[in-house]
């Protein structure tokens, strides 16, 4: 391993420290007590407890101890998985965000790597002909639609086709009622039925995450549309379009990659948002549900593995782009 | 495009803000009745009384519009504020002194790492959402990427000739950062007041949407959560009237916040903008 990779390794890993620490200060820091649901709006609290119950719950979550050793409590559960217990849901918040992770995962992973491909595509023909008219429209297009907040992208699909044209389903992520049956057929049928539900989901997160790929694409294309190389290659009489795929395509994968990592938390977020227009029952609705029944342990523990989960990838982004930048040492510019 | 074209638009833009303005300072002159009344029966269809139908409770649409543009406006201006004097002074105490450099970029870096969403939803669950948290939190979590544009732009104007002359001259640190420093950071702060202004009103929309707005003042967003609360919304024939005006008042606020962004960086740096250096998207 080289010693840039060695570096990047050591930061993460105190950027990942730093973000079990702050989820560790952040209830503390903040006003309010945790045994006074209600405080911060300036109501009392609907069950008035007991003194001694009140000394027994401070006890049963190290509300007691001292800061440090709040803290090492708080490590302690971390490093067995112990990520809390819903009050609401009167469930393991661990188990909770293990069931709704696939739904988000597959509709973050799925929508980014569709916006990747399309704006790539998008900003390479916006750029080929800067200040065209292609271009013009493009840009100004996916400028409007980068402003936009991903739940109105999301409203503006539902109600054009679900609502109107009744193309998609208007809720859920999967018909209900429906037996599962364990036969091929039944579950390419189920497979089938959950892409359905979830195509406006999606589609709403392509949208929302397009704009930012068409326009690195798009600055990154006119910077090296002159260059020699692409001199050399119209003058060896390829047609445009085998210069823009084979010989201006690749100069983008470097700045790509990097946005890519950089939007990861953001299109997270618009997931999350996105999930509660459409009732996917993935993370997002359950924070939703979380914000609605002042469920601070699935707030917490949805912070913790979101920011741990987009620390992770960044750093898997920015290892591969080590390995990559090695290889073509001269860089346009 | 054509000189006269441009104004067009830009004009346009600039009559656009000040109606979204003007409806959100005049709001309690416009509105026909007070948007936490209960004005008439619930799920009134439009009529020369209720120019825009009620709600689920019949409080008046039109009224709560126009005190929701109000909201996102006065949440987009104070975040604006205070996250721009944040970022400002970080970075320039970043930029010009190496301990809190060494204390302050770090955090930076930490906060810069982090999706924001889930971050916002746990703070201001925890501190009670209500306007004045809010804008805070929106203030508080928003100022790092400008902070770092800021120091850079300190960084940069360190080395030049004219603040290594008044060195030779036997500037002090102090008179450094007061009489060259600070001024050359200057002319980047109109750009982040108004990325933030598009950002916060994003934000405070989107938080609204999740059930994080303040239940005692109404916004666009809130306007639309509570809409979308309702099982049945699809089912009843007055839905266009719950969900299009505070959905097209967002967008109207969002867009043209973003043009007026677009139009004050043409105008300030019109250099600034070298083909092939990715624009910022975020604020």
Known sequence: MSRAAVRLLIRYLLLAGGVILLNFLIPRLLPGDPLHVGAAEGLDSGLPLPATAQAQLRAYYHLDAPLAGQLGAYLGDLARGDLGWSLAANAPVGQLLLDRLPWTLGLLLTALLIAAATGTALGLLAGWAPAGPRDRVLVALTAALAALPEFLIAIGLLLVFAITLRWFPLLGGRT??????TDLLGRGRSALDIAWHLTLPAAALVLAGTAGFVLIARDVTVGIRQAPWLIVARAKGLSERQIAVRHALPNLALPLLTYFGLRLGAVLGGALVVERVFHVPGLGLLGYEAIRARDYPVLQALFLLSSLGVLLANCGVELLYLRLARRQPALHE | MSEALRLAREGAVWVLAAALVAAAIGAPLLAPYDPGLLAGPPFAPPSPTYLLGTNDVGQDLLSQLLYGVRTSLLVAGSVALLSTLLSWAVGLAAGVSRPAEAVLMPLVELLLALPSLPLYMLTVTLVGPSLPHLVLMLALLSWPAFARVVRSVVITERAAPYVEAARALGATRRHLAWQHLLPATLDVLPTKLILTVRFAIFAEATLAFLGLGDPATISCGTMLSRAFDDPLLFNRP????????????????????????????????PSRRVPGRPRPVDA
């Open chain 1, 176 to 181: 209900l009622f429906v037996e599962d049956r």
């Open chain 2, 238 to 269: 007055v839905w266009p009237w719950l969900v299009l005006p505070p959905a097209a008042a967002i967008m109207a606020l969002v867009l043209t916040a973003a043009w007026m962004s677009r139009a004050l960086e043409a105008r300030l740096a």
